[in-house]
């Protein structure tokens, strides 16, 4: 049952062949088999998942289901999740219940979607690896030795490791398609404001987006379905129609303007990977697109911008976690000054600690302009790349990392390096663009992901693209040894 897709899935507990309940345990049961091997939950739900099976079962039985009803998924801790524990991979947050629903689990559970669980994650999404969480690193099912990727490599690798169907997960900077690309799944990043924000933890609110780690496009599409959309209680949700995803994934791709960025293709990159992405270029060529290069002169200028706004806005954020309302509190304060200082400096990690010192130094007085407003204006000069690339192109794609997954703590003492791994997903953040990656072929037994870019609000094409792909290939179907 773990190798089909949703929509096989759906199909399966449509024509009686398995119950959600009995779906359900299946996944339970691996995820206590396996799980230990990986860390990538934090809390898993089981009481809870059978009773939603069990009420997806009765739908299923009097006809009234959709498409995601009984599929058992799992949702990235960044997630608030009525009566369970929402920690954002964080000592801060580990005894904080939430008391509501984000809008992205209420639509998924009111779709018939089975929540399993709460995956692992770097802490408050800060990382590139999942080293950074307070319950411990995630482990990559191709090699538990090497990293899954970040910040949502607990969703990537249960996904991968077919512990769960699905799974949601957050991009600031490329933390659902960088952990795809390790894991060798499909991760889509929407365009910023597609899907609601409300209770998902704020780390850089200008950045951070919900989004979807699957096997597929087309199993993404079918989560997407459901997530997309205007939610009133989100300021930063777009108001636009949201059109059928499923239902594009099949059109065809002659005449579709494939754009390679020239910057893409430089130093940093392993040059094996760049030729597998060119091979998966030829590929779209072969299925009737035309490649042309273009340029994107100001995104080598990404990776310093990003990490100007984002602890600056983290900064921000971060600084409601004091001690007092909810949260970590340390023990035996002498006053109010020591229940601040302790109880931040006890309950975040040393990457988030880095981040809110950057944030605050660049939002002081005397540095604001010097840093700050300095990175916004290079902000707009990357999002005007684009635009112009979009009038020539239909959409952009290179490689989603610069190299595979690199081995647990090899950058944990290098943060610089660490950053660096994010390169090629940043720009799209920065600009509020749509992105996925997709697995191409792997490289020593480790996956490649390809990165595609398409232009706001065209995640139907996006998907379309990239499910046309995997309609021709086999690399989005393997399992890591020992997972299938």
């Known amino acids: 049952m773990q190798n089909k897709t949703i929509a096989q899935l759906a199909a399966d507990l449509r024509l009686r062949l398995y119950s959600s309940v009995e779906l359900t345990q299946h996944y339970l049961e691996r995820i206590a088999r396996?799980?230990?091997?990986?860390?990538?939950?934090?809390?898993?739900?089981?009481e809870q998942a059978l009773a939603e099976a069990a009420r997806a079962d009765q739908l299923l039985r009097s006809g009234e289901a959709g498409p995601l009803t009984g599929i058992p998924i799992a949702h990235k801790d960044i997630f608030c999740t009525q009566g369970v524990k929402t920690s954002c991979g964080s000592r801060m947050l580990d005894p904080f219940i939430a008391p509501y629903d984000a809008t992205v689990v209420e639509r998924l559970a009111a779709a018939g979607a089975v929540m399993l669980g709460k995956?692992?994650?770097?802490?408050?999404?800060?990382?590139?690896?999942?080293?950074?969480?307070?319950?411990g690193p995630v482990?990559?099912?191709?090699?538990?030795?090497?990293?899954?990727?970040?910040?949502?490599?607990?969703?990537?690798?249960?996904?991968?490791?077919?512990?769960?169907?699905?799974?949601?997960?957050?991009?600031?900077?490329?933390?659902?398609?960088?952990?795809a690309a390790f894991c060798g799944i499909?991760?889509?990043?929407?365009?910023?404001?597609?899907?609601?924000?409300?209770?998902?933890?704020?780390?850089?609110?200008?950045?951070?987006?919900?989004?979807?780690?699957a096997r597929s496009a087309a199993d993404a599409a079918c989560l997407l379905d459901e997530m997309a959309g205007f939610d009133p209680r989100d300021s930063t949700s777009a108001e636009v129609s949201v059109p059928d995803y499923v239902d594009a994934l099949d059109n065809d791709l002659h005449g579709l303007r494939i754009g390679l960025p020239r910057e893409y293709f430089g130093g940093g990159l392993d040059p094996a990977i760049g030729d597998r992405v060119m091979d998966a270029v030829r590929e779209y060529e072969r299925l009737g697109a035309c490649i042309q290069e273009i340029s994107l002169p100001n995104s080598p200028l990404a990776v310093p911008v990003y990490?100007?706004?984002?602890?600056?806005?983290?900064s921000s954020n971060l600084a409601r976690f004091d001690g007092v309302r909810y949260g970590y509190r340390c023990?035996?304060?002498?006053?109010?000054?020591?229940?601040?200082?302790?109880?931040?400096?006890?309950?975040?990690?040393?990457?988030?600690?880095?981040?809110?010192?950057?944030?605050?130094?660049?939002?002081?007085?005397?540095?604001?302009?010097?840093?700050?407003?300095k990175a916004q204006r290079v902000r707009q000069l990357i999002a005007a790349d684009f635009r112009r690339a979009f009038e020539q192109v239909d959409v952009i794609m290179g490689p989603t990392t610069p190299t595979t997954a690199f081995a647990l703590g090899a950058k944990l003492d290098d943060p610089v390096a660490m950053y660096l791994n994010d390169i090629y997903t940043i720009p799209a953040n920065l600009a509020g663009l749509?992105?996925?990656?997709?697995?191409?072929?792997?490289?020593?037994g480790l996956p490649v992901g390809l990165q595609i870019i398409g232009d706001h609000f065209q995640e139907a094409r996006l998907l379309n693209v990239a499910h046309r792909y995997q309609h021709v290939t086999h690399w989005h179907q393997a399992a890591p040894p020992g997972f299938d």
């Open 434 to 444: 749509p992105a996925l990656s997709i697995p191409i072929e792997p490289l020593a």
């Open 186 to 213: 499909t991760g889509l990043k929407p365009t910023y404001g597609l899907c609601s924000r409300w209770g998902m933890v704020a780390f850089a609110s200008s950045l951070d987006q919900a989004g979807v780690l």
């Open 307 to 314: 990490y100007v706004i984002a602890p600056a806005e983290c």
């Open 119 to 135: 995956t692992n994650m770097d802490e408050f999404a800060m990382g590139s690896s999942n080293e950074t969480s307070w319950y």
């Open 34 to 46: 396996l799980d230990p091997r990986l860390n990538s939950f934090i809390t898993v739900t089981a």
């Open 331 to 373: 023990a035996d304060p002498s006053d109010l000054e020591d229940l601040y200082k302790r109880s931040r400096a006890e309950g975040f990690g040393a990457e988030v600690k880095r981040r809110i010192m950057i944030g605050t130094y660049v939002l002081s007085a005397g540095y604001y302009d010097a840093y700050y407003l």
């Open 139 to 179: 482990k990559n099912p191709w090699d538990e030795g090497r990293v899954p990727g970040g910040s949502s490599g607990g969703s990537a690798a249960a996904v991968a490791a077919r512990l769960c169907a699905a799974a949601t997960g957050t991009d600031t900077g490329g933390s659902i398609r960088q952990p």
